[in-house]
């Protein structure tokens, strides 16, 4: 199974820390914390980060498909990433749980059109607006390369 | 009905309880721990309790118990006698019943 989740959080260093091997181990310690070494035996057989973006703070996770509710409970238990010894506060939202790689993809790029389509509502002046919509509007998509265009159109924001 | 081989310094109630809980958090956790468990009887002399959980948390507890090594320094090992889901029926062991 593969969840998709959000790292949310208040501290704007904390985007730019947001590493995988970080990730995994806060996600990890979470587990052992609730669910105890049973939990984190079974949870731990596969479980990798498979994906990172740092700019929208979104994480894919991959584990088993017999253990992904214990994974799924224990996500609202990571309180912090720490990493270089400094911790940040942060929390992870769950948007997504899918069986492949290709589902939480598609159900990505859907959510990060609403997501554009809600930010530029959401600005509060003119100038920005401006500026957002040239730069989707320079984010063009080849024929061939229909995929990356899709993925460009995720990192045009910011 | 559980029996406890000990070596030294003998549990109260209040004791084993707690050391139940600690087996219950070291393998599962806060979810383990947060297990509603309630020692009924418990004797002192005999180290043996008689403990009630809910029939989804048996293999949870049973196995936390199995693998709880230590009391104390000391190394202890949790012996089930028997379970049952009838209070009556941990009584009697119904196979050495002599008719």
Same mark, same amino acid.
Do not use: M
């Given at each position: 199974?593969?969840?998709?989740?959000?790292?949310?959080?208040?501290?704007?260093?904390?985007?730019?820390?947001?590493?995988?091997?970080?990730?995994?181990?806060?996600?990890?310690?979470?587990?052992?914390?609730?669910?105890?070494?049973?939990?984190?035996?079974?949870?731990?057989?596969?479980?990798?980060?498979? $994906?990172?973006?740092?700019?929208?703070?979104?994480?894919?996770?991959?584990?088993?498909?017999?253990? $992904?509710?214990?994974?799924?409970?224990?996500?609202?238990?990571?309180?912090?990433?720490?990493?270089?010894?400094?911790?940040?506060?942060?929390?992870?939202?769950?948007?997504?749980?899918?069986?492949?790689?290709?589902?939480?993809?598609?159900?990505?790029?859907?959510?990060?059109?609403?997501?554009?389509?809600?930010?530029?509502?959401?600005?509060?002046?003119?100038?920005?607006?401006?500026?957002?919509?040239?730069?989707?509007?320079?984010?063009?998509?080849?024929?061939?390369?229909?995929?990356?265009?899709?993925?460009?159109?995720?990192?045009?924001?910011? | 009905?559980?029996?406890?081989?000990?070596?030294?310094?003998?549990?109260?109630?209040?004791?084993?309880? !707690?050391?139940?809980?600690?087996?219950?958090?070291?393998?599962?956790?806060?979810?383990?721990?947060?297990?509603?468990?309630?020692?009924?009887?418990?004797?002192?002399?005999?180290?043996?309790?008689?403990?009630?959980?809910?029939?989804?948390?048996?293999?949870?507890?049973?196995?936390?118990?199995?693998?709880?090594?230590?009391? !104390?320094?000391?190394?202890?090992?949790?012996?089930?006698? !028997?379970?049952?889901?009838?209070?009556?029926?941990?009584?009697?062991?119904?196979?050495?019943?002599?008719?």
């Amino acid at each position: 199974r593969y969840v998709l989740c959000e790292v949310v959080s208040e501290d704007p260093r904390c985007r730019q820390c947001i590493e995988d091997r970080a990730l995994g181990l806060a996600v990890r310690d979470a587990i052992a914390r609730v669910h105890g070494d049973y939990g984190l035996a079974c949870c731990s057989i596969s479980f990798t980060v498979k $994906y990172l973006n740092a700019y929208t703070g979104t994480v894919l996770l991959r584990c088993r498909k017999d253990s $992904y509710r214990l994974l799924c409970s224990a996500l609202p238990f990571v309180r912090y990433l720490e990493s270089r010894a400094q911790r940040y506060p942060c929390f992870l939202n769950t948007l997504h749980v899918g069986g492949t790689i290709r589902t939480c993809q598609k159900f990505l790029i859907q959510y990060n059109r609403t997501q554009l389509l809600r930010l530029l509502q959401n600005c509060k002046n003119e100038e920005e607006r401006q500026c957002i919509q040239k730069s989707l509007l320079s984010c063009s998509l080849t024929e061939e390369q229909s995929q990356s265009g899709d993925e460009e159109e995720d990192d045009g924001t910011e | 009905r559980r029996e406890l081989p000990d070596g030294g310094v003998r549990p109260n109630a209040a004791q084993f309880k !707690q050391l139940v809980v600690t087996a219950l958090r070291e393998l599962h956790g806060e979810v383990g721990a947060a297990l509603p468990v309630d020692v009924l009887t418990y004797e002192e002399k005999t180290l043996s309790a008689i403990l009630r959980v809910i029939s989804s948390g048996l293999v949870k507890l049973w196995s936390a118990l199995t693998l709880l090594g230590f009391y !104390q320094n000391r190394r202890c090992a949790f012996r089930v006698l !028997q379970t049952s889901p009838f209070l009556l029926a941990l009584s009697g062991n119904s196979r050495e019943l002599v008719l």
